[in-house]
């Protein structure tokens, strides 16, 4: 078809000649090909057209089909960026493939719901005009990304459309100031600018193409040119991450310490092994082992270790505390058990704990009654941590400062601000990505946590207990990453930043504004129908 027709079908006065099956059609394939910036080779350009795509398809609809286009491209692309939900809950969670994959359906649904809410409020602006359409969808976007994060107890913002973007040097710096959501609004602002380009009629079509094209050119040169502007800043310390490979297990026999006493062996070796670059940190990660400070199996290992080392150690365990809290039910002889990191200094005494604050939904905490008693229906390995309450910060020799979070927190710029507004001078994330297999969700994870880096302008030490171990720089360089699914240790760069960022200071206060935008223009939009 000619441009010109494509161009005549998109206006909302001519939106009944377009089936509603084709537009159904297209925006759940935007929604799966949106996938392909997530996944095997990390194509960004999707993340870049896809959301445009959708906008599209929303255009003259009738606004529960609007509705509709929005929910299958939220559904089809958590199912085709997010299987390895289902398989983790198969494999690890003890539920069968088919409850795996009914679960991973109803978290896909849930997104849909969301992205739905996203096409619906599109289509409202879009029946002002589309020009008012194209200038809110970003605004609306990171709204929805930001409820999204949000969400009473199962907050995921799991691969924001900002991610792909992040992955340029140049771009993601712009995260020092809007933390990723800044991004995601670039994304989204450039896919609503294609749409614009192909949709509105404020001004002659090459008029609206001459635009677009200067927009992508000064992208492009911001893409191209922006990472050889990025400094290098140099490291002068050096933290020895283990990478424990240990395999994932669903319980732990009482002589765990005994039968794995090689391993544990090795695991020394390799942590007090000679290197040139003399490391002044010592960094296990979160790990499928019974450890715990209260095991005085554990304590005498950790404690030897540090002494040995002559530097602090730290290393993910379970904390036992006592109940206070009468409303909890204490499985432990009056104690309840946290997922925390433990410090320990170079004589071997525990001198820092801090405890997760932002446990996995159904996986590490029951986070409603009601529907964990459906969960325990299929599976018994829901598990029972308690959530910590405090960002607190460590100090190690010489008064330099740290903050450290624990896997899943490393999705939540919000939280993981925190730290650095605390004053920690480096952030310290420690992960057991193991039950996520070979999927794609390892890299995600840390494409993520990279981000967290640069929001924050200080560097990252990750230490996993299969992959990926590596070091950030502030600016987002990984630096010298281990190779998974292997026992091994790198001695990783690190340094201290007092510096704080806008991000840091003002945590989302660029989302908040996304969002206080929104709500002006759906409401202007009731109001002026009314």
Not at 68 to 76: A, K, P, T, W
Not at 226 to 253: C, K
Not at 378 to 401: A, D, I
Not at 483 to 495: E, G, N, S, T, V
Request: glycine fraction near 8%; include cysteine.
């Amino acid at each position: 078809m000619p441009w010109g027709g494509w161009l005549t079908y998109l206006r909302p006065q001519a939106g009944t000649e377009i089936p509603a099956s084709f537009r159904l059609i297209v925006a759940a394939i935007s929604g799966a090909a949106l996938s392909f910036s997530y996944t095997g080779l990390y194509l960004s350009i999707y993340s870049w057209v896809c959301v445009g795509i959708l906008l599209l398809s929303l255009f003259g609809a009738r606004p529960r089909l609007a509705f509709g286009c929005g929910f299958l491209h939220g559904l089809l692309f958590v199912l085709t960026a997010l299987p390895w939900i289902a398989t983790v809950l198969a494999v690890h969670g003890g539920v069968s493939p088919a409850s795996g994959w009914s679960l991973l359906l109803l978290i896909a649904v849930a997104w849909g719901i969301l992205t739905g809410a996203f096409a619906w409020s599109v289509h409202r602006l879009s029946c002002q005009s589309i020009d008012l359409a194209c200038l809110g969808a970003p605004f609306l976007w990171v709204t929805f990304e930001f409820a999204r994060a949000h969400l009473p107890e199962i907050g995921f913002p799991w691969n924001l459309l900002g991610y792909p973007a992040a992955a340029n040097l140049g771009l993601i710096q712009l995260a020092t100031i809007t933390g990723i959501y800044g991004l995601s609004f670039l994304a989204a602002g450039f896919n609503a600018l294609l749409t614009w380009m192909a949709a509105s009629n404020m001004m002659m079509p090459r008029a609206r193409i001459t635009c677009a094209g200067a927009a992508t050119a000064i992208l492009l040169s911001a893409a191209l040119a922006g990472p050889r502007l990025v400094p290098r800043p140099q490291a002068h310390h050096f933290a020895r991450a283990v990478q424990l490979n240990f395999p994932e297990v669903e319980s732990y026999p009482a002589d765990w310490f005994p039968a794995h006493t090689a391993d544990l062996d090795e695991i020394a070796r390799i942590s007090l092994a000679p290197a040139s670059q003399k490391p002044d940190l010592l960094v296990w990660p979160e790990a499928p082992a019974p450890f715990s400070y209260q095991d005085s199996q554990f304590a005498k290992i950790a404690s030897t270790l540090a002494i040995r080392f002559g530097h602090p150690f730290l290393a993910g365990a379970v904390e036992w505390k006592p109940l206070v809290d009468y409303a909890d039910v204490a499985p432990h002889g009056g104690l309840l058990p946290y997922n925390s990191a433990l410090l320990f200094d170079a004589r071997g005494q525990r001198v820092f704990v801090y405890d997760k604050v932002h446990l996995v939904p159904f996986g590490e905490y029951e986070p409603f009654p009601l529907i964990h008693r459906v969960v325990a229906s299929v599976s018994g390995q829901v598990g029972g941590f308690h959530k910590g309450n405090k960002y607190v910060v460590g100090q190690l020799p010489g008064g330099n400062t740290f903050g450290v979070f624990i896997c899943y927190e490393a999705i939540f710029p919000g939280e993981v601000h925190h730290f650095a507004a605390n004053d920690a001078q480096l952030l310290i994330n420690i992960s057991n990505d193991g039950w996520f297999g070979r999927s794609a969700a390892a890299e995600q994870h840390l494409r993520m946590a990279r981000v967290r880096a640069v929001e924050n302008r200080r560097w990252l030490v990750r230490a996993t207990n299969n992959g990926f171990t590596v070091s950030v720089d502030p600016y987002g360089r990984i630096l010298e990453p281990l190779p998974p699914d292997i026992r091994a240790a790198a001695d990783l760069p690190y340094d201290f930043r007092t510096d704080k960022t806008i991000y840091t200071r003002f945590g989302d206060w660029f989302a908040w504004l996304c969002v206080l935008v929104s709500a002006i223009l759906v409401i202007t939009t009731f109001r002026k129908a009314k």
